[in-house]
């Protein structure tokens, strides 16, 4: 049997936004170049079940909280904030 990854990653900050729109707490961010970022969540049934409704377009989320949370990963990519 194949050992479930800890953690979810993901280099797509609206997604990502959504997932902290729901509550899912952000554990960390990985950059590997400048370019480059990666969003670590838990990976979590509930991570899965959010991230399906998002992909499918039956999410739905407090516009404001989610355009919030959008502008703070992007604080986190452009400055050294720590988790």
Known sequence: ?????ELFKTSDIKSSAYLLTEGISIVKIIKSDPQKVH?????TPEVKN?????WTNRA????????????????LIHRDYEI
């Open 1 to 5: 049997m194949e050992k479930q990854t």
């Open 39 to 43: 969003f670590c969540f838990p990976n």
């Open 50 to 54: 959010l991230l399906q409704r998002y």
């Open 60 to 75: 739905s989320a407090n516009p404001r909280l989610l355009f919030d949370n959008f502008d703070y990963l992007k604080g």
